[in-house]
């Protein structure tokens, strides 16, 4: 019998250990996808300070009447 429980026992911990490190994993992982969108705003942002020129106004002609 205590073999047994010992067996159930050592499944259990297991259990929990693998729990733990897949937790780990993913949060790592999360962790990395956040920083790489943050590089990615960062890029964009650069990228739209180049792309703005400035518009030049047009001049409007008078029309000339007739008197």
Do not use: N, T
């Not at 047009?58 to 029309?63: D, S």
């Amino acid at each position: 019998m205590r073999e047994r429980r010992c067996y159930y026992v050592q499944r259990e911990q297991y259990k929990q250990f693998s729990r733990q490190e897949e937790a780990e994993k993913k949060k790592e992982e999360e962790e990395e996808e956040e920083e790489e969108k943050m590089k990615k705003k960062k890029k964009k942002k650069k990228k739209k300070k180049k792309k703005k020129k400035k518009k030049k106004k047009k001049k409007k002609k008078k029309k000339k009447r007739d008197c």
